[in-house]
């Protein structure tokens, strides 16, 4: 094998490691990007949650202060004595 062919050989080699890495780098990018992707969504809809949980919790503490007797509270908002009470204690 003569000097231009071993360093053809080994330009060949080191191009392969190169392309190899790369394309996992992409890969662990594509990933960490789905990742982050996904845990937006999910505080999204935490946020959604809590915004909603919040919002009851308003409108029940507002009808409690309207005089309005609690199971027509249940009633009126969908929520069960349980929810209802952990509402007014806190």
Known sequence: M??????KLYFYQVM????KEF???KELARTRADEVSTARAEGRAEGRAEGKAQSIAYIVSNMIKMGLPKE???ELTGINAEEYDKLITT
Not at 2 to 7: I, N, R, S, W, Y
Not at 16 to 19: C, D, G, P, Q
Request: zero cysteines; charged letters at 60%.
């Open 16 to 19: 392969e490691e190169f392309y």
């Open 72 to 74: 027509e509270i249940l």
């Open 23 to 25: 394309d996992y780098d």
């Open 2 to 7: 003569t000097k231009e062919e071993k360093e």
